[in-house]
């Protein structure tokens, strides 16, 4: 289960920041996950709550949020969301889409500390 790596990563950074804002708990985090990267939300709200139940972090409300799919076509500049991953443009069919959101984004957007 690749999410549990994922939250462990995470849960590093949420430490140092905690350390460097001198912080006492957390109280939300919000990530931000592109939809590409196939993470499943329920598997990491798992492993966060698993991974929590003690310390500074633990009762934080974690907030999760999934870019969807977006390109813009080479050939007609057509602009799509998709709900899966195609390389070709759904408008003049075999023109190549620049997927420009929703691939290998994986970033906290913030962490909520008091
Ligand atoms: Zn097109």
Redesign the pocket.
């Known amino acids: 289960m690749h999410e549990l790596g994922i939250v462990q990563s995470i849960l590093e950074i949420i430490e140092e920041q905690l350390k460097i804002h001198e912080g006492e708990r957390v109280v939300k985090v919000q990530l931000e996950f592109g939809a590409m990267t196939a993470v499943m939300p329920e598997a990491i709200e798992f492993a966060f709550q698993a991974l929590t139940r003690e310390g500074p972090v633990a009762g934080a409300t974690l907030d999760i949020i999934i870019l969807p799919i977006k390109g813009v076509?080479l050939?007609?500049?057509?602009q799509v969301e998709l709900d899966s991953y195609t390389p070709f443009?759904p408008?003049?069919v075999d023109?190549m889409l620049n997927i420009f959101q929703g691939k290998d984004e994986m970033r906290i957007v913030s962490i909520e500390i008091e």
């Not at 050939?75 to 057509?78: F, N, R, V």
């Open positions: 076509c050939d007609c500049g057509h443009c408008a003049c023109g």
